[in-house]
């Protein structure tokens, strides 16, 4: 190893970074570590990485949590996971990651560099179960419900392979059934490694004060094929269980939630079907401080094999029904959608629906709501999500959020990556309040975007919406408003696109104000083509833009406060050697921007 990095002006740190390593029980031949930080890191990350590591005293009882909150302070994300290494660390690390994200105010390039670092350390994290590396023993089991030697009744055993009895004081049972039928009542039922099959499993849990809890020994080895029903009066948690749901497209098993507090922690589901999950919500009870029906996910990773058409939907339900959907940190890959309510009206009382820090990997759709009815009592919320949406019916929509009839939709530190170019990122129709802020819309550069048809954001018939520090890039239009009462756009970026804010012919707008914002090489920065009743652009630039502001001759005068447009060298001299174009003095001044008619 001494010869290896002789002469090397890296070898100290090499040597630093090693004894990181040794301290967190990480990787530690010299030579992998070495080949590993000289093909990712270059000099100066190197000597950042020194310093960091000569910075932290660094105790084996902090690790790996402390390091990660290391890293993630010092931007050091190449390094970030190289510290994972169980399930408790991925945990820290995706939580410090997340929090990281919506809780500093990060540049549209770093928040880019954690949306890739959460990517890698989904798929490892998919690797890390598939191995079966998350094993639970009744043991450990044990220790995490009873961590203060409780007594140890109510723990039942399914062992296919075993006897049926009682030893060591555990009931053991042989069949899934039997053991669903003895836990009605809440306890723990843990499910030793084995494919169990059946047409329809029945969850009934009818004790609203005790939890039931259904633990797998490991989600690689243990698993469920067939249908699953769950109705509950208390809290339901299944944990570290592998769910094959369907044999073809066209199955109609699904896992349906009829009522209480279901949650799905540290699973996988392969969903080779039609709907993956049903939720039904429960009949309203004003007896309850917490919805009826409440379906919630953590550090989940849900397949669709290229086959399912939807993993959620939400069903009519009971009437007057209140329901709460609530995924975190999950990985969803190649399906059509993520969640789908069908087109028809509704008779909820109070649903919300949100997706926090999760990744949707080849979908089309990520989340659309479609009601009948105006008003539904319906709020959508995004937060820290990344869409990475590809195209399998070139027929139909593709969006990461479309939502009609509904009360909110609020998305926040999202990314929306397409692979095709005829999507809508944001489609609000008919919706009281509109919130995006921290989010980024962007088309793959390698695409041909001459008839691209793809917009950012898309509000028609909203109330009041608000679009604060976003970025939008690469598409025909960034922004485009139809009917809308209230519009505030603040410190937002509209770039390469052939219109950065668009108000269409057929518009009626009463309030837009744009402040603090850039647009930038498009053909025209700000059209409004509908009437406008007032239009305040303030403390903005336009930079490569042929028509900066344009505005309906019906509507108000336009308000330019602070305003400077700007052209680059090549655009300038593009724009003199064109016939019949006026370059005009090239300065960034305030008197140049006035509101052209249209």
């Not at 052939?498 to 009626?508: A, D, F, N």
Request: one cysteine or more; proline letters at 2%.
């Amino acid at each position: 190893s001494d010869n290896f990095t002789k002469s090397d002006n890296k070898v100290e740190v090499v040597r630093l970074y090693l004894n990181l390593m040794q301290k967190l029980n990480a990787e530690n031949d010299l030579g992998s570590v070495y080949q590993t930080l000289s093909e990712k890191a270059n000099d100066c990350q190197l000597l950042e990485l020194s310093e960091i590591i000569q910075k932290y005293d660094i105790s084996e009882n902090d690790c790996p949590k402390l390091v990660l909150q290391i890293f993630l302070e010092n931007q050091a994300l190449k390094q970030f996971s190289t510290v994972i290494k169980d399930l408790e660390s991925y945990s820290s690390g995706f939580n410090l990651l997340h929090d990281y994200t919506v809780k500093n105010d990060l540049s549209f390039d770093q928040k880019q560099d954690c949306d890739v670092t959460r990517n890698e350390l989904f798929l490892s994290y998919l690797d890390f179960l598939d191995d079966g590396k998350n094993s639970m023993t009744v043991d450990d089991v044990l220790k995490k419900n009873f961590p203060h030697g409780a007594p140890l009744g109510g723990v039942i055993i399914v062992d296919p392979n075993g006897e049926k009895g009682v030893r060591s004081g555990f009931l053991y049972v042989t069949s899934l059934e039997a053991g669903l039928q003895m836990c009605k009542n809440g306890g723990i039922l843990y499910l030793k490694s084995y494919e169990y099959k059946a047409e329809n499993f029945d969850v009934i849990h009818k004790n609203s004060s005790k939890t039931l809890r259904i633990i797998g020994e490991d989600c690689s080895n243990c698993s469920i094929s067939g249908a699953l029903r769950i109705q509950s009066m208390g809290e339901v948690t299944i944990q570290n269980i592998k769910f094959e749901i369907g044999d073809s497209p066209e199955s109609v098993e699904a896992i349906n939630v009829f009522s209480g507090k279901v949650s799905f922690e540290r699973c996988i589901f392969e969903c080779f079907v039609n709907t993956a999950f049903y939720v039904h919500p429960g009949s309203q009870n004003k007896t309850l401080t917490s919805p009826q029906t409440k379906l919630s996910m953590k550090e989940c990773i849900l397949e669709g094999l290229g086959s399912c058409q939807r993993f959620f939907a939400i069903e009519e339900g009971g009437g007057n029904g209140d329901l709460c959907l609530y995924i975190d940190t999950c990985y969803f890959n190649e399906a059509y959608s993520g969640l789908t309510v069908q087109k028809k009206p509704y008779t909820w009382h109070n649903v919300r629906v949100t997706f926090s820090n999760c990744y949707f990997n080849d979908l089309q759709d990520g989340v659309r709501i479609d009601c009948d009815n105006s008003n539904t009592a319906c709020d959508i919320y995004n937060i820290n999500c990344y869409f990475n949406l590809c195209l399998y019916d070139e027929d139909e929509p593709s969006n990461a959020v479309s939502c009609s009839n509904i009360k909110s939709i609020n998305a926040s530190h999202c990314t929306v990556q397409y692979n095709h170019t005829q999507g809508t990122a944001v489609h609000a129709n008919c919706v009281n309040n509109v919130n995006i802020s921290n989010s980024i819309v962007d088309t793959d550069e390698s695409l041909d975007k001459k008839l691209s048809t793809t917009t950012c954001v898309f509000l028609q018939n909203v109330d009041s919406a608000n679009i604060v520090k976003c970025k939008f890039s690469n598409s025909r239009l960034c922004l485009a408003s139809c009917g809308c009462n209230i519009l505030i756009v603040e410190g937002c970026q509209f770039m390469e696109s052939s219109v950065g804010l668009h108000i269409p012919q057929t518009s009626c707008i009463y309030d837009l104000k744009v402040n603090d914002s850039t647009f930038e090489s498009c053909f025209d920065g700000i059209l409004c083509e509908g009437i406008v009743e007032k239009i305040t652009v303030s403390n903005s630039c336009f930079v490569d833009v042929l028509n900066s502001i344009s505005n309906n001759k019906k509507s108000a005068s336009c308000t330019i406060e602070k305003c400077a447009k700007s052209q680059s060298e090549n655009v300038a001299a593009a724009l003199l050697s064109s016939e019949g174009l006026d370059n005009g003095d090239n300065e960034n001044c305030d008197s140049e921007i006035v509101s052209a008619p249209v």
